[in-house]
């Protein structure tokens, strides 16, 4: 351009695809525009935000740049569409309402942690919201658990009975405000209040509740605190009578503790972290992070109670996320809290006023709650660190529903009702995987209804009609008999999925892959093609299909479910399998030994299994270690603690026969030989973990000179355990190969929705025939 000649005006049509709606977008790009030469509006629209932007074209260049430089934390840009259309005649930059389009792809955030803005004014003494436990803005705050339908506005969430005062709307109403359109933003004169309950429900009148529940719990007493998704127990971590008392009261549930610190420093004092661990811990999904606790606390530090995590080289931690619990927090400076579920052992966490007191009011000595209903059930999301990088645990609050991509577009929009366990579905549209929180054990009412309620919800506030249902191959699991009766009547095109194609499939969609990989499929059970229980399963394959290539040799699995329950029913099972009496072992009684070879000999009642977990839980009850778990899962995390520790010398033999069978009968003849001449059990525990490894290295190895393939995917349940998936992971790098891990999804069946999806996908591409479950390879 010539000096002195007027640049020309130039217009751009800018979308912007993602994470864009209720998360303070528009007036972030209205405040933007206010500082530059430019007029114009934004919107929201379908598939995002629509922004269309006037001025010279360094001005419009310059704009765009700081709309993607500068967004608000809370958003996440997928992409961005840039078009010149034709120049208008507008004044000034506005943001235009909402074209009422049905396909609307409104993507709700999920409940992240108070921004630092926010967290400023509740300790601000001049602030009007000062010390107010609810405050939030566009950039944090409650949002999936306050949902009750869609388009997401104040009218249809639990804040809907508040009425806004006059300095909350006006701040409401004001594009340059952070609270314009926050839906839930309240104040001390117009939103929720606190209210104390005694155990039975009575009303405590009290000007600071908080003050007098944070007193009751000091003076050692366990309390009900409701947050974000669900109500918490809550007790002084420190005091052993205390944390005692709350075990004694949960009874059956042997589930360790988290604990809730006020800042990352306080954690320090029990806990070694790493750089990544901070970040996750202060993070605005606020998960619990299972941290390694120091060999040695400092000697200034107040030992934690024993039985907050009793034999568990990890604990469990959470910094506050919400102001309440900052509030909470706050005065108790280095003090730990107990955080955890207020229920009875599996069942859902308790989240609604009416059932706390029935539910968990014999479990606690003070109850704090408050009038903000909880809409949707979300329980803390777990995750932790393994070689530096993420292992998730549990997917939920602070996370979903945030989506996932799909390595590649469905051509129809599906619904995978996931597995039953750690239940978890999934809505997907194109490349878009749009998973739920977890829902817990579906074969409970509560969390079965909460499943239907949720799917409804989901398909709502996303504008998902599903077109297509996928499900497991298991036709007992409440989400797979939901899935064929919803087909049934609304016509829908049904898929079955076998449960370790999904693991695998899942392992690949989490790290954006659709290649041929060998899959090692390690969990507790799944039903196979030939209707036996997997579970240590290697298979070849890609999202569209499977080969089952090797396994562990079948044995009976005595009592199916009671097994499970039962580690020293596996143990029985297992020695007598690998012919060695089990009699005089540390856990067996004889009358049990009697029981199990009954129903080995019969087949009564004792599907063959190949489970990888089960042999967890066999070694975990032969060494003396867990003769009953409390829940599913539990003997081989208590083995993983034991073996932590320990340093490796050696493992245990197993065969690998010519049909790529893997028969640990000589593992388990050597692990009883050690107990009996009484080696110690961490010791065992620790060469078993390496036999796990050597199975994997041999097999992969073996597979890999006949058939070339050189990339493995890790998955299943079993590969939350961080010694192992470390191990597992180190070796078969060191021996040549490509090594996927999950790092968006748990490997556990509360991924299993998003490899559901995956395969559908494929399905539909038709990648491969829709016959790709077809049995093949060495299965008989
Ligand atoms: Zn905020
Ligand atoms: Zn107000
Ligand atoms: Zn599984």
Same mark, same amino acid.
């Given at each position: 351009?010539?000096?002195?000649?007027?640049?020309?005006?130039?217009?751009?049509?800018?979308?912007?695809?993602? !994470?864009?709606?209720?998360?303070?977008?528009?007036?972030?790009?209205?405040?933007?525009?206010?500082?530059?030469?430019?007029?114009? /509006?934004?919107?929201?629209?379908?598939?995002?935000?629509?922004?269309?932007?006037?001025?010279?074209?360094?001005?419009?260049?310059?704009?765009?740049?700081?709309?993607?430089? =500068?967004?608000?934390?809370?958003?996440?840009?997928?992409?961005?569409?840039?078009?010149?259309?034709?120049?208008?005649?507008?004044?000034?930059?506005?943001? @235009?309402?909402?074209?009422?389009?049905?396909?609307?792809?409104?993507?709700?955030?999920?409940?992240?942690?108070?921004?630092?803005?926010?967290?400023?004014?509740?300790? %601000?003494?001049?602030?009007?919201?000062?010390?107010?436990?609810?405050?939030?803005?566009?950039?944090?705050?409650?949002?999936?658990?306050?949902?009750?339908?869609?388009?997401?506005? @104040?009218?249809?969430?639990?804040?809907?009975?508040?009425?806004?005062?006059?300095? +909350?709307?006006?701040?409401?109403?004001?594009?340059?405000?952070?609270?314009?359109?926050?839906?839930?933003?309240?104040?001390?004169?117009?939103?929720?209040?606190?209210?104390?309950?005694?155990?039975?429900?009575?009303?405590?009148?009290?000007?600071?509740?908080?003050?007098?529940?944070?007193?009751?719990?000091?003076?050692?007493?366990?309390?009900?605190?409701?947050?974000?998704?669900?109500?918490?127990?809550?007790?002084?971590?420190?005091?052993?009578?205390?944390?005692?008392?709350?075990?004694?009261?949960?009874?059956?549930?042997?589930?360790?503790?988290?604990?809730?610190?006020?800042?990352?420093?306080?954690?320090?004092? $029990?806990?070694?972290?790493?750089?990544?661990?901070?970040?996750?811990?202060?993070?605005?999904?606020?998960?619990?992070?299972?941290?390694? @606790?120091?060999?040695?606390?400092?000697?200034?530090?107040?030992?934690?109670?024993?039985?907050?995590?009793?034999?568990?080289?990890?604990?469990?931690?959470?910094?506050?996320?919400?102001?309440?619990?900052?509030?909470?927090?706050?005065?108790?400076?280095?003090?730990?809290?107990?955080?955890?579920?207020?229920?009875?052992? %599996?069942?859902?966490?308790?989240?609604?006023?009416?059932?706390?007191?029935?539910?968990?009011?014999?479990?606690?000595?003070?109850?704090?709650?408050?009038?903000?209903?909880?809409?949707?059930?979300?329980?803390?999301?777990?995750?932790?660190?393994?070689?530096?990088?993420? !292992?998730?645990?549990?997917?939920?609050?602070?996370?979903?529903?945030?989506?996932?991509?799909?390595? /590649?577009? #469905?051509?129809?929009?599906?619904?995978?009702?996931?597995?039953?366990?750690?239940?978890?579905?999934?809505?997907?549209?194109?490349?878009?995987?749009?998973?739920?929180?977890?829902?817990?054990?579906?074969?409970? #009412?509560?969390?079965?209804?909460?499943?239907?309620?949720?799917?409804?919800?989901?398909? =709502?506030?996303?504008?998902?009609?599903?077109?297509?249902?996928?499900?497991?191959?298991?036709?007992?699991? &409440?989400?797979?008999?939901? &899935?064929? =009766?919803?087909?049934?009547?609304?016509?829908?095109?049904?898929?079955?999925?076998?449960?370790?194609?999904?693991?695998?499939?899942?392992?690949?969609?989490?790290?954006?892959?659709?290649?041929?990989?060998?899959?090692?499929?390690?969990?507790?059970?799944? !039903?196979?093609?030939?209707?036996?229980?997997?579970?240590?399963?290697?298979?070849?394959?890609?999202?569209?299909? /499977?080969?089952?290539? *090797?396994?562990?040799?079948?044995?009976?699995?005595?009592?199916?479910?009671?097994?499970?329950?039962?580690? $020293?029913?596996?143990?029985? *099972?297992?020695?007598?399998?690998?012919? +060695?009496?089990?009699?005089?072992?540390?856990?067996? &009684?004889?009358?049990?030994?009697?029981?199990?070879?009954?129903?080995?000999?019969?087949?009564?009642?004792?599907?063959?299994?190949?489970?990888?977990?089960?042999?967890?839980?066999?070694?975990?009850?032969?060494?003396?270690?867990?003769?009953?778990?409390?829940?599913?899962?539990?003997?081989?995390?208590?083995?993983? $603690?034991?073996?932590?520790?320990?340093?490796?010398?050696?493992?245990?033999? /197993?065969?690998?026969?010519? %049909?790529?069978?893997?028969?640990?009968?000589?593992?388990?003849?050597?692990?009883?030989?050690?107990?009996?001449?009484?080696?110690?059990?961490?010791?065992?525990?620790?060469?078993?973990?390496?036999?796990?490894?050597?199975?994997?290295?041999?097999?992969?190895? @073996?597979?890999?000179?006949?058939?070339? #393939?050189?990339?493995?995917? !890790?998955?299943?349940?079993?590969?939350?355990?961080?010694?192992?998936?470390?191990?597992?992971?180190?070796?078969?790098?060191?021996?040549?190969?490509?090594?996927?891990?999950?790092?968006?999804?748990?490997?556990?069946?509360?991924?299993?929705?998003?490899? =559901?999806?995956?395969?559908?996908? &494929?399905?539909?591409? *038709? #990648?491969?025939?829709?016959?790709?479950?077809?049995?093949?390879?060495?299965?008989?």
């Amino acid at each position: 351009m010539a000096r002195g000649e007027q640049p020309v005006p130039e217009r751009r049509e800018i979308l912007v695809k993602g !994470l864009v709606q209720s998360v303070g977008f528009r007036p972030f790009v209205h405040r933007l525009a206010s500082r530059f030469p430019v007029s114009g /509006f934004v919107r929201n629209h379908a598939g995002g935000v629509l922004i269309e932007v006037q001025g010279d074209r360094d001005a419009l260049d310059r704009f765009a740049a700081s709309v993607l430089e =500068q967004a608000p934390p809370l958003s996440r840009i997928d992409a961005v569409q840039s078009r010149m259309v034709a120049v208008q005649s507008d004044s000034g930059f506005t943001i @235009r309402p909402s074209e009422d389009d049905d396909s609307l792809d409104v993507l709700i955030s999920p409940d992240v942690a108070m921004c630092e803005d926010c967290l400023a004014e509740l300790f %601000d003494a001049q602030d009007r919201r000062h010390g107010y436990p609810f405050l939030n803005c566009t950039n944090c705050g409650p949002r999936l658990t306050i949902i009750q339908g869609a388009p997401y506005d @104040r009218e249809r969430t639990t804040m809907a009975a508040f009425t806004m005062c006059a300095a +909350c709307e006006a701040e409401y109403r004001d594009p340059r405000h952070r609270r314009f359109h926050a839906e839930p933003t309240a104040c001390p004169t117009c939103g929720p209040q606190l209210q104390l309950l005694s155990p039975g429900g009575e009303p405590v009148e009290s000007a600071d509740p908080l003050a007098l529940f944070r007193q009751a719990i000091l003076r050692g007493e366990i309390g009900a605190l409701k947050g974000i998704g669900g109500f918490h127990l809550v007790c002084d971590a420190r005091n052993s009578a205390a944390v005692g008392e709350l075990r004694r009261r949960k009874r059956r549930d042997a589930r360790p503790f988290a604990i809730m610190v006020r800042e990352v420093q306080t954690a320090a004092i $029990w806990c070694d972290l790493s750089p990544r661990e901070r970040e996750l811990l202060q993070s605005q999904r606020r998960p619990i992070v299972l941290l390694r @606790r120091r060999r040695e606390e400092s000697p200034h530090s107040t030992p934690l109670a024993a039985a907050v995590a009793p034999d568990n080289p990890y604990l469990g931690v959470l910094l506050p996320y919400s102001p309440l619990h900052q509030l909470l927090m706050e005065p108790l400076r280095d003090v730990p809290l107990v955080m955890t579920s207020g229920n009875h052992s %599996d069942e859902p966490i308790v989240h609604r006023d009416e059932d706390v007191v029935a539910r968990v009011g014999a479990l606690v000595d003070v109850i704090l709650t408050h009038d903000r209903p909880i809409a949707v059930r979300c329980e803390d999301s777990v995750t932790r660190v393994v070689d530096g990088r993420e !292992l998730p645990v549990r997917r939920s609050r602070g996370v979903a529903p945030e989506p996932v991509r799909l390595p /590649f577009p #469905l051509s129809e929009p599906v619904l995978a009702v996931g597995g039953q366990l750690k239940g978890c579905f999934a809505l997907g549209r194109g490349s878009r995987a749009v998973l739920s929180h977890h829902l817990g054990d579906l074969d409970h #009412l509560a969390a079965f209804q909460a499943f239907e309620h949720d799917v409804g919800l989901y398909e =709502q506030m996303f504008h998902i009609r599903p077109r297509g249902i996928v499900h497991d191959r298991h036709p007992d699991y &409440a989400p797979t008999r939901y &899935a064929r =009766q919803r087909a049934e009547a609304e016509g829908l095109e049904l898929h079955a999925v076998q449960h370790h194609h999904a693991h695998l499939a899942s392992c690949l969609a989490d790290n954006g892959l659709n290649e041929t990989v060998i899959g090692v499929v390690f969990d507790g059970t799944g !039903l196979g093609l030939d209707d036996a229980l997997w579970g240590g399963e290697f298979l070849i394959g890609d999202c569209g299909g /499977f080969e089952r290539v *090797a396994h562990l040799r079948y044995l009976r699995l005595p009592g199916g479910d009671q097994a499970i329950r039962h580690p $020293w029913r596996m143990a029985v *099972a297992h020695a007598l399998d690998a012919g +060695c009496e089990p009699t005089g072992l540390p856990l067996v &009684a004889p009358t049990e030994r009697r029981i199990v070879e009954r129903m080995a000999a019969t087949g009564l009642n004792a599907p063959n299994t190949s489970s990888v977990g089960r042999l967890f839980d066999a070694v975990a009850a032969l060494i003396g270690l867990c003769r009953t778990a409390s829940y599913e899962g539990q003997a081989a995390a208590q083995l993983e $603690w034991l073996a932590t520790d320990v340093v490796a010398t050696g493992s245990y033999p /197993f065969e690998l026969s010519q %049909d790529r069978t893997v028969d640990t009968r000589p593992t388990i003849q050597a692990i009883v030989q050690d107990v009996r001449r009484g080696v110690e059990p961490a010791r065992v525990a620790r060469r078993f973990h390496s036999t796990v490894v050597e199975i994997v290295a041999a097999v992969c190895t @073996r597979i890999r000179s006949e058939t070339e #393939l050189g990339a493995v995917a !890790l998955s299943g349940g079993v590969f939350l355990n961080a010694l192992l998936a470390h191990e597992v992971y180190a070796r078969l790098t060191a021996d040549g190969f490509q090594v996927y891990r999950h790092r968006q999804v748990p490997p556990s069946d509360g991924g299993l929705c998003l490899g =559901q999806l995956a395969v559908a996908a &494929a399905r539909q591409a *038709a #990648l491969r025939p829709t016959s790709a479950d077809s049995p093949a390879g060495n299965d008989r």
